[in-house]
């Protein structure tokens, strides 16, 4: 194997860990889907708050408590992140 064999390699990894942090990263709210998926919003003012939510019309829908807010409340929102892999062994 030649000193450079693992070159290639790195710069997979290198671009794999691009995507994940550019995916992970808190995006202006304006950005956020409306499709009804899931995600996290994020108010940060004088305190930080995050909740799990999704787009029903205009108001946003708190997953946990059933609440709705006004859009404008918030100022981040970024995707869930996946699951972790689960055996049932």
Same mark, same amino acid.
Request: glycine fraction near 4%; proline fraction near 8%.
């Given at each position: 194997?030649?000193?450079?064999?693992? =070159?290639?390699? $790195?710069?997979?990894? #290198?671009?794999?860990?691009?995507?994940?942090?550019?995916?992970?990263?808190?995006?202006?709210?304006?950005?956020?889907?409306?499709?009804?998926?899931?995600?996290?919003?994020?108010?940060? =003012?004088?305190? $930080?708050?995050?909740? #799990?939510?999704?787009?029903?019309?205009?108001?946003?829908?708190?997953?946990?408590?059933?609440?709705?807010?006004?859009?404008?409340?918030?100022?981040?929102?970024?995707?869930?992140?996946?699951?972790?892999?689960?055996?049932?062994?």
């Amino acid at each position: 194997m030649g000193s450079k064999d693992w =070159y290639p390699e $790195v710069l997979k990894l #290198r671009g794999r860990i691009a995507e994940l942090e550019a995916k992970y990263q808190w995006q202006p709210f304006e950005t956020a889907p409306k499709d009804k998926s899931h995600f996290l919003v994020c108010y940060a =003012y004088e305190y $930080v708050y995050i909740q #799990r939510v999704y787009f029903d019309g205009d108001r946003l829908v708190d997953v946990n408590s059933g609440n709705t807010s006004n859009a404008d409340y918030w100022s981040h929102w970024m995707p869930l992140p996946e699951p972790p892999e689960h055996s049932n062994e």
